[in-house]
């Protein structure tokens, strides 16, 4: 009974905390007057995946590397075939030149760059290396094309603004980043007891649960920024949200739990594997081909997450 309490302890936990560390991040790095193109692109990118990288971080750490990478695997599949799928069928998204020009190609490389260094079964340091480089680069080339394209820099910056507030100081900022930053190590560190205690009780592999219930779970603040930007009638934010999740999980993330512990997976990552780039690839012929997601892909992202989860389980 315990370990599903600290499954959704966890999950409630990070969800809640994550948002905070994030928002007392971006109101920080204001405060400091740090360009609001690099607080959209760098720190809300990176704080946004904060469940994923912690989670995934301390599963590495405790010896649970399937537990760790089926959270990013499982995530980015989460992402794409849940999320946008839902988010379609609350209202067709519609997506502007800038994000197919510069997130959905960035996104594609980057889960193939994942897909490829974890083919073999084990990723390396020198494979975590790769990833973080990659990391870099594609930071700078985000940050160096928003602040070249105006269309861009006013999208990260209006994501921006929805964090700031009237008489922000930097010490109550930094406040609220350490103690989000404390919640959501908090929340991970009970999702992963329970997400290896749960694997032990139904007698499944940490990487089943890993793919699912936690990647799921760490996906749920996408979610909830997806729908309530569906609703906004905002494709735009809902589109790069999840573009961007996958890109700095696919690489930072990755990447950092690679360099902890050099990471061999299990045999049934090689089907993951293949339906994570099966669902991008179907996102890109979407938005590639017809730059819009309406309801009928939506149905056809979610029925796909539905036949994920079956062949995984």
Excluded: K
């Amino acid at each position: 009974m315990r370990d599903p309490l600290f499954v959704v302890g966890g999950l409630v936990l990070l969800t809640v905390a994550a948002d905070r560390f994030v928002m007392g991040a971006a109101r920080l790095s204001t405060a400091l007057r740090v360009s609001a193109v690099i607080v959209g692109a760098v720190v809300i990118g990176f704080g946004t995946s904060a469940p994923e990288l912690l989670v995934t971080c301390l599963a590495t750490l405790q010896g649970s590397q399937d537990l760790a990478f089926g959270n990013v695997v499982g995530s980015n599949t989460a992402n794409v075939l849940l999320i946008l799928g839902v988010s379609a069928l609350l209202r067709p998204l519609r997506v502007s030149g800038p994000t197919l020009r510069r997130e959905l190609p960035l996104m594609v490389l980057a889960v193939a760059l994942l897909a490829a260094v974890t083919l073999e079964g084990r990723v390396t340091t020198r494979d975590a290396v790769v990833l973080l480089v990659a990391a870099a680069v594609f930071v700078w080339l985000i940050v160096h094309t928003a602040l070249r394209d105006r269309q861009s820099a006013a999208a990260l910056e209006a994501e921006v603004a929805e964090y700031e507030a009237g008489n922000v100081t930097v010490s109550s900022s930094l406040l609220l980043a350490v103690a989000g930053l404390v919640g959501t190590l908090g929340g991970a560190q009970l999702l992963v007891l329970g997400a290896t205690g749960l694997a032990r009780t139904l007698g499944v592999t940490e990487a089943v649960i890993g793919l699912t219930i936690v990647a799921v779970g760490t996906s749920l603040p996408e979610l909830v920024t997806a729908v309530a930007a569906a609703r906004r009638d905002e494709p735009d934010l809902v589109i790069g949200n999840v573009l961007g999740s996958n890109i700095f999980n696919s690489l930072p993330v990755a990447g950092l739990a690679g360099l902890l512990d050099t990471v061999q997976l299990h045999s049934s990552f090689t089907r993951s594997l293949f339906i994570m780039v099966a669902a991008c690839a179907v996102l890109a012929a979407l938005l590639g081909l017809r730059g819009r997601i309406g309801r009928p892909g939506g149905a056809v992202l979610v029925a796909m997450f539905a036949v994920a989860t079956w062949l995984t389980v």
